[in-house]
């Protein structure tokens, strides 16, 4: 059975900036978890961030592929650099992915750590750009194939192709 790597407040962790959890509880992921299939982390908290924190956003342009290459950083909302804390985050997922043969990631979406499609543009206005978190950026590099929260339904279909 394919593992699947899952950002950690989707299971209910309170891992976020605000000491909060994104709980999904679609029946898959309960399923999943139940088969021992789900590796989580939030790459923030494993870059070494605490909770609760500022709330961060990826500063000049690029997502997290700008961030990787130095390009951009990752800031919070008081001008703290936390670049490395999420560069050193995403670097822990993929040692995950790496140990566990991981091909799916489930990781929550607009996150500056894990968002796949949309993240939340740098004024801290909650307004959401097209762009992938660091963590994302980094594993789709790698090979690995990026969910969000909303398309578990998605993940079983893709699966199901390895499982054959």
């Not at 799916?104 to 499609?117: F, H, N, Q, T, Y």
Request: proline content about 3%; aromatic content about 4%; overall charge positive.
């Amino acid at each position: 059975m394919e593992k699947i790597l899952l950002s950690k407040c989707l299971l209910g962790a309170k891992v976020r900036y605000d000491s909060k959890d994104n709980l999904c509880q679609h029946p898959l992921i309960q399923q999943w978890q139940q088969e021992g299939r789900l590796i989580t982390l939030c790459p923030e908290m494993a870059g070494g961030l605490t909770t609760p924190r500022d709330p961060a956003a990826i500063i000049g342009g690029g997502g997290g592929h700008a961030v990787l290459k130095k390009l951009a950083r990752v800031e919070t909302i008081k001008g703290h650099d936390v670049t490395e804390a999420y560069i050193q985050g995403a670097q822990k997922a993929l040692e995950l992915i790496k140990q566990h043969h991981i091909k799916v990631a489930i990781l929550k979406e607009r996150s500056p750590s894990c968002g796949g499609r949309e993240i939340y543009a740098s004024n801290f206005t909650g307004q959401k750009i097209s762009g992938e978190g660091v963590t994302a950026a980094l594993l789709r590099q790698h090979g690995v194939k990026i969910f969000n929260e909303t398309q578990i339904d998605q993940v079983a279909a893709y699966l199901k192709r390895y499982e054959k």
